[in-house]
């Protein structure tokens, strides 16, 4: 069974330019978040894509866009970047049915940062 | 709106001490609450979940309680050793299964 996959891990972008993350959620998962860690605080709530919807969204402006394909796999779209979407982007799968039983399961993240 | 605390926002102990990292929400309203583990610029990693209906989970050295109606939820750690210098994450679960995560533990364990 694979863990939740996401590429790249670091990125270098200019403010302005816009920026795709990918997610490959765990095997059977059919639920995708996604998450964004400033440094030294918690994880923020970006959205979430359920059967390649968008299910559910957060405090984050509309040039944060996603999508979610058949394989359940995910991107994480950012345009015109600005200097305080520099952190850590965080993905996360889980099985609907089950996610309070089971929760979510998150990849290790890519670092973004914007100069 | 959920609002999630947690306290203290750094500990240092000596190795072979054991502790309690702190956890409390806002809105009782939860599916679930997971602990996770954060090393320095690293993913999360799920050490304990515990569902709305259940009191505690137990997982080797750790242990999580939950406390629905205060909105509370504690983690013990038993005979901490170095290798458990980390950030602590607490996350709850709402309606929409979006998650809401405290501001983190950092723990240092010193040898």
């Known amino acids: 069974e694979t863990g939740v996959t996401q590429s790249p891990t670091h990125l270098i972008k200019t403010r302005g330019q816009q920026v795709t993350l990918r997610c490959s959620s765990q095997?059977?998962?059919?639920?995708v978040s996604w998450y964004q860690q400033a440094l030294g605080q918690g994880p923020q709530f970006i959205f979430q894509y359920y059967r390649e919807e968008e299910n559910g969204r957060g405090n984050f402006p509309p040039r944060f866009s996603g999508l979610q394909f058949p394989n359940y796999s995910s991107e994480l779209n950012v345009n015109a970047l600005e200097l305080d979407d520099s952190a850590l982007y965080l993905c996360?799968?889980?099985?609907?049915?089950?996610?309070?039983?089971?929760?979510?399961?998150f990849g290790s993240g890519t670092r973004l940062t914007v100069v | 709106k959920q609002e999630v605390t947690q306290i203290p926002a750094a500990l240092s102990v000596p190795e072979g001490e054991n502790l309690v990292l702190n956890c409390s929400f806002t809105d009782s309203a939860i599916y679930n609450l997971q602990w996770f583990r954060q090393d320095p610029g690293k993913g999360l990693t799920s050490l304990l979940l515990?569902?709305?209906?259940?009191r505690e989970q137990t997982s080797g050295r750790l242990n999580a309680s939950l406390d629905k109606s205060s909105g509370r939820s504690t983690l013990y750690i038993a005979a901490s050793q170095p290798g458990d210098s980390a950030t602590y994450l607490c996350?709850?679960?709402?309606?929409?299964?979006?998650?809401?995560f405290g501001g983190g533990t950092r723990l240092m364990v010193k040898p």
């Open positions: 996350a709850v679960a709402n309606a929409g299964n979006m998650l809401t």
């Open positions: 095997s059977g998962h059919n639920t």
């Open positions: 996360a799968s889980s099985l609907e049915q089950r996610m309070a039983s089971y929760g979510y399961t």
């Open positions: 515990i569902q709305s209906s259940q």
